[in-house]
């Protein structure tokens, strides 16, 4: 195919894109019921490790960074479930698969969204975390947490995605997402764990770009393979 | 000469070389230097691995066999070769406890990759036979099962090459110029024999689902008639 071939091509798919992530906003805007239970839930595990770890200061500065990994990490279920839940009433899963638009896009609109989603806890989730385990963070700390909390979200959402797609139709979908998708992101929980607390707590040893290689690594392998395997996962 | 009669025939090598190569292994090869006979847990131990990793290879193979044909064959096999799998993960885990208490002094370690990563995979493929065993669609669980195989074969890579990585406790991997001559005929043997044990178990579980999905297709009558009722 030639060039001039593949970018409307291109274009088309980055259309289909954006009209699924704009369907998964807009139903999202009009309940918000996803965002606030996620958001609250984040907040009631930070809570929650704040009670397992006990009220030493010194202890919960040091385990921050794992926390707040954690929490996104068990958020992420519930936004992922819910994304494909959705699409399981009236059908409207077969009537996406129906509409002339490529899998393909209908995966990476549901990542991309997903992505968005994860990234937007961050903020709330790293207020409760300077409120609840005394962290410091300064602006070059802030901009460097933002960019890898995207990072790691990223990473969550690709094997997620399409493992949602597939447990969303399966039996006990509640107890399989996270048996399955727990032990593939352990790489991510590992990075992303690693790098915020050499963020928060300095980095003498320069480990912080072999630490974030490893994390945008592993997402773009998934968001390969995401992209391959997911027209095969809803197909009927 | 039949299918069936040669993986049998598989089989009961595999047991003899078992046999052979752990009387070998316990009673012929000399106590290592520095961990005495504690190191002889180390020829099944070994074997159990590269065999683990070696199912889940060929579950890898047989799932993008299984997504790019929807032969039911590849599906069969597919399952016996992650069933199998994961049994020999459990044994590499168990084994490698057993020999790091003596050894390291503690039975676990999450500071170690390999030990990580190993438990990690067992917990991915066990995944994956949850997830099969949580669908009924009979075509979907097939296709499912291989997309999560091919997703959890990302971690396979990782426990063999973590520790060149990472180092940490666990030692890196030995070669036979690494070992004595009377190590490595032992190791060899079990690990040969672990092979041939698998390629038979692999067979026969995947007929075992053969014949379970067969007997699944078969539809069920539209009603029962007892006889002397209407």
């Known amino acids: 195919m030639s060039a001039t071939a593949e970018r409307p091509a291109a274009r088309g798919l980055a259309r289909e894109i954006g009209a699924v992530i704009a369907k998964d906003l807009l139903l999202e805007w009009r309940s918000r019921a996803r965002l606030l239970a996620t958001v609250l839930f984040g907040i009631v595990a930070l809570a929650l490790f704040s009670f397992a770890a006990g009220a030493d200061v010194a202890v919960l500065e040091r385990g921050a960074a794992g926390f707040l990994v954690l929490a996104l990490l068990l958020s992420s279920t519930l936004g992922l479930a819910e994304s494909f839940r959705v699409e399981q009433d009236d059908s409207a899963m077969e009537g996406l698969l129906l509409l002339p638009i490529d899998p393909h896009a209908l995966f990476y609109g549901k990542a991309l969204g997903n992505t968005l989603f994860l990234s937007l806890l961050g903020p709330v989730l790293a207020v409760a975390a300077v409120v609840f385990y005394a962290v410091e963070v300064g602006p070059r700390a802030l901009v460097q947490l933002v960019l890898l909390w995207v990072l790691a979200a990223a990473g969550l959402s ?47 040893m320069g480990q912080l770009g072999s630490w974030t290689a490893l994390l945008a690594g592993f997402a773009l392998v998934y968001w390969s393979l995401g992209g391959v395997l997911f027209p095969l996962a809803v197909e009927e | 000469m039949g299918r069936q009669r040669i993986t049998t025939i598989a089989g009961v090598l595999g047991v003899v070389l078992l046999l052979a190569g752990s009387y070998i292994g316990l009673f012929v090869a000399p106590p290592e230097r520095h961990m005495g006979d504690v190191a002889r847990i180390l020829y099944v131990h070994v074997p159990c691995a590269w065999n683990s990793l070696l199912c889940y290879t060929f579950a890898f193979g047989f799932a993008i066999a299984s997504l790019a044909t929807r032969r039911p064959r590849w599906d069969q096999l597919m399952t016996g070769a992650v069933e199998v799998g994961v049994v020999l993960n459990v044994l590499l885990l168990l084994q490698g406890m057993l020999f790091a208490r003596p050894t390291w002094g503690i039975w676990w370690t999450w500071g170690d990759v390999r030990l990580v990563f190993s438990f990690l995979m067992f917990l991915l493929f066990a995944g994956v036979l949850a997830l099969r065993a949580f669908v009924d669609d009979p075509a979907r669980r097939g296709t499912w099962t291989a997309i999560a195989t091919v997703a959890a074969f990302v971690d396979v890579p990782l426990v063999y090459y973590c520790v060149r990585w990472w180092r940490s406790l666990h030692q890196m991997q030995s070669t036979p110029e690494t070992m004595d001559a009377a190590m490595v005929l032992p190791m060899r043997i079990n690990a040969f024999g672990v092979l041939f044990l698998a390629w038979w178990l692999i067979a026969a579980r995947a007929e075992l689902e053969r014949r379970r999905q067969a007997f699944d297709e078969v539809a069920e009558p539209a009603a029962v008639v007892v006889a002397g009722r209407a």
Do not use: C, E, F, W
């Not at chain 1, 597939?166 to 997402?177: F, K």
């Not at chain 1, 690693?194 to 707590?201: G, Q």
């Open chain 1, 158 to 204: 690709a094997p997620g995605t399409l493992y949602a797609a597939m447990t969303s139709r399966a039996r006990s979908q509640d107890v399989l997402l996270p048996l399955i998708h727990y032990p593939l992101v352990v790489p991510v929980l590992l990075a992303a764990v690693k790098s915020i607390d050499l963020i928060l707590n300095g980095d003498p």
